[in-house]
């Protein structure tokens, strides 16, 4: 019933920003935690950051300082400001969004593409 689209991927330099955003094609219901995360090549999907329903966040300790997450309930709508980007920011970005009490509501999107380099 629900789909996660990712946009705003692409290349910039190191110390450029990015604005990513993912956009859900339906209703989100309940106690639902929203995040970003990524992969990169040859390595494990990690988080990156995570925002609930009432705004408190969560960040991955490399990119504090550096990377803002928002949300927009009305919208269905959840962004990932980056700033100051480093070349190991470089991986496949995926949106989530996940009830806290009800197991089988797990979304992902597709994924979008972030390479820093020079």
């Known amino acids: 019933q629900v789909q996660l689209v990712e946009s705003g991927g692409g290349l910039v330099q190191p110390g450029g920003s990015l604005r990513l955003s993912c956009a859900a094609s339906?209703?989100?219901?309940?106690?639902?935690?929203m995040g970003w995360y990524r992969q990169a090549p040859g390595e494990q999907r990690e988080l990156v950051a995570t925002?609930?329903?009432?705004?408190?966040?969560n960040y991955k300790d490399s990119v504090k300082g550096r990377f803002t997450i928002s949300r927009d309930n009305g919208k269905n709508t959840v962004y990932l400001q980056m700033n100051s980007l480093k070349p190991e920011d470089t991986a496949v970005y995926y949106c989530n969004a996940k009830d806290r009490y009800i197991s089988s509501i797990d979304y992902w999107g597709q994924g979008t593409q972030v390479t820093v380099s020079s």
């Open positions: 339906g209703r989100i219901f309940g106690d639902t935690v």
């Open positions: 925002i609930t329903n009432g705004g408190m966040t």
